[in-house]
């Protein structure tokens, strides 16, 4: 999981104000003062194509969470990081409605998943350190919650997440990474298999980077290009080889 910027990238049309996306949430919000609980959502509206392309290009073709890249093999899924219809803070509990209807077509809300790490396992679950801080409507500051899974912007998982080789485990003992791995399920066989895989490679390079061996520069470089942000499982990289990914 890396840090994703937003902040030079304009709203997409389709979710800015006055338009289609917001407009829908004014809507909503009417309803939710005039008694209405449960929302329906258009999934063409923030699942648009323009909106779908400029996540796309943000996360350069990554999952927010498992940093797979994922746009080669599938069509991926826009994800609510607050879940737009309903949520639950155990998996064995009754979804809770409403849920963050009104943030469903907020851009600062949307990014881009895989499937297994959205519909498998972070679905709606959405805990907070203090539930007394939940906002339950659009009338609640919804910033004042700390949810214990990381937020792809707002949060710099660099500050709650490391690597053991493969493995990824919670810096310091962080209580938010412990939970932002098992909700997105970051440990899950294929997906650490594969990441043994690609760091199998990654371990005989750092032989060469480290041993004045022939090519040394050659793999230096491979170091730094890998734990940029456009890399797949570049926290891996970094995590594992800090001393071969300084530019």
């Not at 879940?83 to 469903?104: I, M």
């Not at 919804?142 to 485990?169: A, C, G, M, W």
């Amino acid at each position: 999981m890396v840090r994703i910027d937003k902040s030079g990238t304009p709203v997409p049309e389709i979710l800015a104000p006055g338009e289609e996306g917001h407009q829908k949430t004014e809507n909503m919000k009417l309803d939710y003062d005039n008694g209405k609980r449960t929302f329906s959502f258009s999934s063409r509206i923030y699942g648009h194509k323009t909106v779908k392309e400029t996540l796309k290009n943000l996360q350069y073709h990554k999952c927010c969470f498992c940093e797979a890249k994922i746009t080669h093999i599938s069509h991926g899924d826009v994800e609510h990081f607050r879940p737009k219809g309903g949520f639950q803070t155990s998996l064995n509990e009754r979804l809770t409605k409403p849920g963050y209807y009104w943030l469903a077509y907020d851009f600062s809300n949307l990014f881009l998943a895989c499937q297994i790490c959205n519909q498998s396992y972070k679905k709606n679950y959405f805990p907070l350190a203090n539930e007394g801080q939940r906002a339950r409507s659009h009338h609640d500051d919804y910033r004042q919650e700390q949810s214990l899974i990381l937020h792809p912007e707002f949060d710099n998982p660099e500050q709650h997440l490391t690597f053991e080789q493969e493995v990824i485990k919670p810096l310091h003992g962080s209580v938010r990474g412990k939970e932002t791995i098992k909700r997105t399920g970051l440990n899950r066989k294929l997906l650490s298999d594969r990441r043994f895989e690609r760091l199998k490679i990654f371990n005989v390079l750092a032989l060469i980077a480290r041993n004045n061996l022939p090519n040394m520069q050659e793999a230096r470089e491979l170091f730094r290009q890998m734990a940029l942000p456009e890399s797949e499982y570049s926290l891996m990289i970094k995590s594992n080889f800090p001393d071969l990914v300084q530019v």
